[in-house]
């Protein structure tokens, strides 16, 4: 019973703790967006992480209370012998419940890491690697407006990319290359292509969205013949070679890989 009573007095407590950090993100969060016009993204999804704990830690210390609401409209005209059985049926049920929730949650977060998904906004935890080289940094939308009933055309940014951590990823005219713009491989995934698998890319590029060039019965010979077919992507084949290897080290499972089993 001791073990049982200092177990929920610690989840209380924890509980307890939890729910301070949950307003002190929340207060840092508004003082932040309203003062400095910086929101902090991540607060809302730590705060949706913090709630669950509140939640559970706080459990086991009110039904050790007997701080949970019981609608008792009708057991209260039951006899003590019923009632004491009743509770008793309730109790394996709620037990039962419980053990189908976690067994779904523990199915449910298994294969959340087999595939390896993670949270909207800080991506945790980041079981994947970004790889290939960094992006051009086109980070805004446009919109195009006709003016003067359709003979000229208004070209007016309506939009643009941030990254979660509030930081815009678009390549500002007076950047430079230290600066954070666009979207940059993780360290040890960088793969930089040439100017000539560039312009081999493009020549790929150009002739497989082309359509109606090639008659539907020749298309697979005239792409076994065409040179763009030895067209070699590499960033391509170093993202496969990092999925057989999350692969076989048991984190993804085989659907996974899709087209790159072979």
């Keep these: 019973m001791r073990v049982i009573d200092w177990t929920s007095k ?64 009708v057991t209260a005209y039951l006899p003590g012998r019923v009632r004491g059985w009743l509770r008793v049926v309730t109790l394996v049920v709620g037990i039962a419940l419980l053990g189908v929730i976690a067994w779904v949650t523990a199915q449910s977060a298994w294969t959340a890491y087999r595939y390896g998904r993670v949270s909207a906004v800080m991506l945790y935890p980041n079981y994947r690697g970004l790889m290939g080289e960094r992006t ?49 491989p993780d360290e040890g995934y960088e793969v930089p292509m040439t100017e000539q698998e560039y312009a081999a890319f493009r020549k790929y590029r150009s002739e497989r969205d082309l359509i109606g060039s090639v008659p539907p019965a020749e298309e697979s010979t005239a792409a076994a013949q065409s040179p763009a077919s030895a067209f070699t992507d590499r960033p391509l084949q170093r993202a496969a070679e990092y999925l057989r290897g999350k692969v076989d080290e048991g984190k993804y499972s085989r659907p996974i890989l899709g087209r790159f089993r072979k």
């Design 10 to 73: 610690a989840a209380s407590f924890l509980g307890g703790v939890a729910t301070f950090v949950i307003m002190a993100l929340v207060a840092f969060d508004v003082l932040m967006r309203y003062f400095l016009n910086e929101p902090q993204l991540f607060v809302d999804e730590v705060v949706s992480f913090l709630q669950v704990l509140v939640v559970f830690w706080g459990l086991a210390h009110t039904f050790r209370g007997g701080g949970h609401i019981r609608v008792d409209l």
């Design 136 to 184: 051009w940094g086109k980070g805004t939308v446009q919109s195009m407006i006709p003016l003067e009933g359709g003979k000229s055309l208004l070209k007016l940014t309506i939009a643009s990319y941030w990254r979660p951590s509030g930081e815009n990823i678009h390549h500002m005219p007076d950047a430079t290359p230290k600066d954070r713009w666009g979207v940059t």
